[in-house]
């Protein structure tokens, strides 16, 4: 079924659980990043950012994901990431698109909460989900780069007045993560965000997941994430496994038989994700 973010994440909610929502980068690998969900039993969020939704178009990834979502019996979330652009949010959203996030972390914390708002008030008219952003994220994004230095973590109070201004159905938080980080992994700040989970009860959201250690995953769902972010890592082994079949292959071989061995790389990382997502080893609720 095709699902808002808010559904799904209450389900993780309800199940003290987290969804993983996974970048695609093309309509390849995206039936088999469903299937993934489908075969290991959980809703799943596809998420493209802006300029992946206008290369393949924003009606087709709509028309797309819902024909996926209903004939696989698999909740499945549309998702717009990482959109600061009005025109482009309002596209995904009259396109179809189930859920978008309005990333302010840019902008002063009070012009975050107006800009956001004005996001909400469009989406929640449309029946489709809000996902803000407070505190910085380190790494690039979509050509976007945060350093070190301007790195700046969500604070608890700031976080209650957000949500309480902007009525997200969704907050990612600065907890130490980075994006597009794949070759080391992080150190997340477990206290902070357990100090945003006990003052925010909305669902929270993880970004740069490819940089989180595993070992990690458990006591961040405990803590509230019911959203994490995975994208950098499908995208570069799904090249990895593309460069070595195309290199390896006749020019006049059929391209499927290419593309689809790093389509099946990206299912394999789907379903690991998803396993250690669903948080088997913790009751129901926390």
Do not use: C
Not at 272 to 283: A, E, G, Q, T, V
């Amino acid at each position: 079924m095709y699902k808002t973010l808010k559904e799904v994440t209450k389900t993780a909610e309800e199940l003290n659980m987290t969804i993983g929502a996974f970048n695609t980068h093309n309509l390849e690998m995206l039936p088999e990043m469903i299937r993934g969900a489908k075969e290991e039993g959980s809703p799943i969020i596809i998420q493209t950012s802006i300029d992946t939704a206008k290369y393949i178009g924003y009606k087709v990834m709509v028309a797309v994901v819902k024909e996926i979502a209903t004939d696989e019996m698999v909740d499945v979330a549309l998702h717009l990431d990482h959109a600061r652009d009005f025109d482009e949010i309002k596209a995904a959203i009259d396109a179809g698109y189930s859920s978008v996030m309005y990333d302010g972390s840019h902008l002063p914390f009070k012009e975050n909460i107006v800009k956001t708002k004005a996001v909400v008030e469009y989406a929640h008219a449309h029946g489709v989900s809000v996902e803000g952003e407070l505190g910085t994220i380190g790494g690039t994004e979509e050509g976007i780069s945060v350093s070190e230095e301007d790195k700046v973590y969500t604070r608890p109070e700031d976080a209650v007045e957000f949500v309480k201004e902007t009525k997200v159905d969704a907050l990612a938080i600065a907890i130490g993560t980075n994006h597009g980080q794949f070759k080391s992994k992080t150190e997340v700040n477990i206290p902070l965000l357990k100090e945003i989970h006990r003052v925010v009860s909305i669902p929270l959201v993880i970004h740069g997941g490819t940089g989180v250690k595993e070992e990690d995953y458990s006591e961040l769902i405990n803590n509230g994430i019911r959203k994490f972010n995975v994208g950098t890592e499908l995208l570069v082994n799904w090249t990895k496994e593309a460069k070595d079949t195309f290199g390896n292959t006749e020019i006049n071989k059929s391209l499927r038989h290419n593309v689809i061995p790093a389509n099946m790389k990206v299912k394999e990382i789907v379903k690991h994700k998803i396993r250690l997502f669903m948080n088997l080893d913790s009751p129901l609720k926390k």
